[in-house]
């Protein structure tokens, strides 16, 4: 694969690049072997890396969290049991920081969002070529193993919690009860044009922003990951300036690696607490 990769542009370009399956110019479906096939697909296109590994992540945490579930024990806990009761009381604990009503629904949700996007995010600290290098050893063009950097993830997860957002909005103060909220907020009857344009705009912008500030960090992460691996390539000889820079990358990796380790945590935690709190919003009644 390296042979291939001629030049740092062709080298970012390919680790950007998701395994797309679509429609291909000659009418064809099947999976992209270069990017401007990729874009060429349009919007009933899949990335394929995208699915399996969110797919892979989301039956992995069931697993282990299950696994606990049946072993769980009264007596001296296994390192698994406390990891799990840990997780399960700082995840309680923040949602009845953020939310104020009741809802059966809203805890579970709140531990499945933080560990699932924790868990995407989590695979940006694996080496960056070793996936790619695997994936074209087994005949694939492209495989991108964060979920976290494609878009169109992070847009499908805000708009999952943006339609839970619209049913609970309607199911605690009724559809008359939504809509004078959407028209009457915050100038009253005459100003109902500018309150839709304001709590409409306020409204949309929830699942943007919360799938664009996901995405946002996750990819430059990613990115900057790329740019110091093509540090390491520059090392061609065994001379004082490439010596110098191949050490050079070796401590920005481990340094952006250990700094990175707090982005993967608090991206996820920001992404579960916005969805408690958007909830909560939706559960109560504005006069």
């Known amino acids: 694969m390296s042979s291939e990769l001629h030049t740092s542009a062709e080298y970012i370009k390919h680790h950007l690049q998701n395994l797309t399956y679509g429609r291909l ?62 997780a399960v009381e700082f995840v309680d604990s923040s949602v009845r920081g953020s939310f104020s009503a009741k809802s059966n629904l809203i805890a579970p949700l ?15 600290l694996l080496p960056i070529d070793y996936v790619p290098l695997l994936a074209h050893e087994l005949g694939l063009p492209f495989f991108k193993v964060v979920p976290s950097t494609d878009p169109n993830a992070t847009f499908g997860m805000a708009i999952g919690v943006f339609l839970l957002v619209l049913y609970y909005s309607v199911k605690m103060k009724g559809l008359g009860g939504f809509v004078g909220e959407l028209t009457l907020q915050p100038f009253g009857k005459w100003g109902m044009p500018v309150n839709l344009l304001l709590e409409g705009v306020n409204l949309i912008a929830k699942p943007i922003s919360l799938a664009l500030r996901l995405f946002g960090n996750m990819y430059a992460g990613e990115m900057i990951f790329i740019l110091i691996a093509l540090m390491g390539g520059a090392w061609a000889g065994m001379t004082l300036g490439s010596t110098a820079l191949y050490g050079s990358q070796i401590l920005l990796s481990l340094g952006w690696a250990i700094f990175h ?27």
């Open 110 to 124: 709140a531990l499945t969002i933080f560990f699932w996007v924790f868990s995407m995010n989590l695979m940006d």
């Open 25 to 86: 110019p000659d009418g064809v479906w099947g999976v992209a072997r270069t990017p401007e096939e990729a874009r060429g697909m349009g919007f009933w296109s899949l990335n394929l890396d995208t699915v399996l590994m969110s797919l892979v992540l989301g039956v992995v945490l069931m697993l282990v969290f299950r696994s606990a579930a049946k072993t769980i024990s009264a007596g001296v806990p296994s390192g698994m049991q406390n990891f799990c009761e840990w």
């Open 261 to 287: 380790i707090l982005i993967v945590t608090l991206q996820a935690f920001i992404f579960m607490t916005l969805t408690v709190v958007y909830l909560d919003m939706a559960h109560q009644e504005h006069h």
